[in-house]
T-cell receptor, first 115, second 115 residues
Framework: DAGVTQSPTHLIKTRGQQVTLRCSPKSGHDTVSWYQQALGQGPQFIFQYYEEEERQRGNFPDRFSGHQFPNYSSELNVNALLLGDSALYLC??????????????FGPGTRLTVL | AQKITQTQPGMFVQEKEAVTLDCTYDTSDQSYGLFWYKQPSSGEMIFLIYQGSYDEQNATEGRYSLNFQKARKSANLVISASQLGDSAMYFCAMSPSGSARQLTFGSGTQLTVLP
């Protein structure tokens, strides 16, 4: 049973560029959440996708956008990268949308470095 | 708004001994959920234990137990019989109504188990 997978593992970009991160949820899961974890801090919620729509959003600017595909996989896009966007980006999947009480399973993350 | 405070940046424990990791929280919600996650150096967040705000008994999962004191707004994690593999970063988190909604994380505690 495949868990949550993310690609790429590591990524290096320069300021002003755009980046796309990808997440495949755990088998059977239909809900995907994205978190940003800066070095030495706890993860911060970016947004959650369910039924191909953004259902909840944290305190992140519009430069952060996402998408969910019919197969439940998801992409996180960040435009106009800033040095402060350097972080570990974690994807978490669950079943049943934002109102469910099911556990979230996390992927290994994508380490983004902005130079 | 919800807030999680973890006041122990680092903790050391001898192998086979018990250790308590502190977590206090603040929320105006009547219903909420409290979680503990383990994050090894590989980056993946591993779910350990969950406590609902209306659960009368403290949650236990194997060697993990959650010492829930609602009036004091604390949700400390107790790890019994520590193992070398327990060395990792530990995060306390909460969500509204205990659902798979956005998780709010604390800043974490780095636990080191000594042989």
């Amino acid at each position: 049973d495949a868990g949550v997978t993310q690609s790429p593992t590591h990524l290096i970009k320069t300021r002003g560029q755009q980046v796309t991160l990808r997440c495949s949820p755990k088998s059977g899961h239909d809900t995907v959440s994205w978190y940003q974890q800066a070095l030495g801090q706890g993860p911060q919620f970016i947004f959650q996708y369910y039924e191909e729509e953004e259902r909840q959003r944290g305190n992140f600017p519009d430069r952060f956008s996402g998408h969910q595909f019919p197969n439940y996989s998801s992409e996180l896009n960040v435009n106009a990268l800033l040095l402060g966007d350097s972080a570990l980006y974690l994807c978490a999947s669950s079943l049943g949308g934002p109102s469910s009480y099911n556990e979230q399973f996390f992927g290994p993350g994508t380490r983004l470095t902005v130079l | 708004a919800q807030k999680i405070t973890q006041t122990q940046p680092g903790m050391f424990v001898q192998e086979k001994e018990a250790v308590t990791l502190d977590c206090t929280y603040d929320t105006s919600d009547q219903s909420y959920g409290l979680f503990w996650y383990k994050q090894p150096s590989s980056g993946e967040m591993i779910f350990l234990i969950y406590q609902g705000s209306y659960d009368e008994q403290n949650a236990t999962e194997g060697r993990y137990s959650l010492n829930f004191q609602k009036a004091r707004k604390s949700a400390n994690l107790v790890i019994s019989a520590s193992q070398l593999g327990d060395s990792a970063m530990y995060f306390c988190a909460m969500s509204p109504s205990g659902s798979a909604r956005q998780l709010t994380f604390g800043s974490g505690t780095q636990l080191t188990v000594l042989p």
